[in-house]
């Protein structure tokens, strides 16, 4: 298995337009989290999905940030519109059960 | 709620140098714990893990920490320090179906 695929591994984009990030999870993993990395706030928990289904939502910071998962190997989280300060890494894990939590390689995000 | 704590926000070791990285974590139950580790410009990497039975756990690159329920503590060591071990480390306990993550300890490591 190639492991979790983020793309793009880089985003730079201009205040106010729409961003899309995607994950491919791990075949067999039934767990999606976003995971957003800044020097101010560290790796922050956005949102994270069961089989599926969104579990819990509360770490998305607004209501510009979606996500979905449109089956069990896809998950995207679109940012629209965008900000400067949305600009980070963000990262999605997948895992089997309560265990390892496989990363993949991250988004780095500019917003100017 | 439960948290992860790490309160080391940076270290800076000799190499061949023993290291000891803590965390600190609230969790009401028995807690699942794993240490990961992140180099520049990628994702995070499982060191090792803790779920249950021997409270010292070994994991890859040398690493081992060891579960401490008395203090609610995880520390993860390592005996001599390699210069690639430069690296940002975060510790992290599994609540649920989802994990915790504490703030990372930069390690910088000196030849």
């Known amino acids: 298995d190639a492991g979790v695929i983020q793309s793009p591994r880089h985003e730079v984009t201009e205040m106010g337009q729409e961003v899309t990030l995607r994950c491919k999870l791990i075949?067999?993993?039934?767990?999606l989290f976003w995971y957003r990395q800044t020097m101010m706030r560290g790796l922050e928990l956005l949102i994270y999905?069961?089989?599926?289904?969104?579990?819990?939502d509360s770490g998305m910071p607004e209501d510009r940030f979606s996500a979905k998962m449109p089956n069990a190997s896809f998950s995207t989280l679109k940012i629209q519109p965008s900000e400067p300060r949305d600009s980070a890494v963000y990262f999605c894990?997948?895992?089997?059960?309560?265990?390892?939590?496989?990363f993949g390689q991250g988004t780095r995000l500019t917003v100017v | 709620a439960q948290s992860v704590t790490q309160p080391d926000i940076h270290i800076t070791v000799s190499e061949g140098a023993s290291l000891e990285l803590r965390c600190n974590y609230s969790?009401?139950?028995?807690?699942?714990l794993f240490w990961y580790v992140q180099s520049p410009g990628q994702g995070l990497q499982l060191l090792l893990k803790?779920?249950?039975?021997?409270?010292l756990v070994q994991g890859i690159k040398g690493f081992e920490a060891e579960f401490k329920r008395s203090q609610s503590s995880f520390n993860l060591r390592k005996p001599s320090v390699h210069w690639s071990d430069a690296a940002e480390y975060f510790c992290a306990v599994g609540d649920t179906d989802k994990l915790i993550f504490g703030t990372g300890t930069r390690l910088q490591v000196f030849p």
């Open positions: 894990a997948s895992t089997a059960s309560i265990g390892e939590a496989f």
């Open positions: 969790y009401g139950a028995t807690p699942y």
């Open positions: 075949s067999g993993h039934n767990s």
């Open positions: 803790y779920f249950s039975g021997d409270t």
């Open positions: 999905f069961n089989n599926n289904v969104p579990i819990d």
